[in-house]
C-alpha cells in the first residue's frame, strides 16, 4: 500500500505562509486524485484544495486566492502552500491520495497528519 508522509506544518503568525507537502513513498503509476482535507478542534474534516486525474484543482473558498496546489512528479509529492495565514487556517491538515501503484495495484491512502497553528 502506498504511503503517505506529511511535512511543513508548524507555529506561523497571522499574514504569514506555509507550505505543506505529501511524498508518496513509492512511484504511482496512475493519480485518480489527491486532496488535501483540514480538521480543526472540535470541528469536522473539511475539503481544503483537491487536484484530479486531469491535474484540474479546485480551492475551498475558504482559502481560494490565497492558496497554491502544486506537484513534482520526479519526486512524488504535491504540495499546498497557503498564504496570507490565518488563525482560522489553525487545523491539523491531511493529504488522501487515490490511484494505482507502480504494481498496478488500487490504494486510497492517507497522510499522518501535519499540525498547523497560526498565532501572533
Known amino acids: 500500500q502506498v504511503q503517505l508522509v506529511e511535512s511543513g506544518g508548524g507555529l506561523v503568525q497571522p499574514g504569514g505562509s506555509l507550505r505543506l507537502s505529501c511524498a508518496a513513498s513509492e512511484s504511482i503509476f496512475t493519480i485518480n486524485g489527491v486532496t488535501w482535507y483540514r480538521q480543526a478542534p472540535g470541528k469536522q474534516r473539511e475539503l481544503v484544495a483537491s487536484m484530479n486525474s486531469g491535474g484540474s484543482r479546485n480551492y475551498a473558498a475558504s482559502v481560494k486566492g490565497r492558496s497554491t496546489f502544486s506537484t513534482d512528479n520526479s519526486r512524488n509529492t504535491v504540495y499546498l502552500q497557503i498564504d496570507n495565514l490565518k488563525p482560522e487556517d489553525t487545523a491539523v491538515y491531511y493529504c488522501?491520495?487515490?490511484?494505482?501503484?507502480?504494481?498496478?495495484?488500487?490504494?486510497?491512502?492517507w497522510g499522518q497528519g501535519t499540525q498547523v497553528t497560526v498565532s501572533s
Open positions: 488522501n491520495a487515490k490511484g494505482y501503484d507502480s504494481g498496478r495495484r488500487p490504494f486510497d491512502s
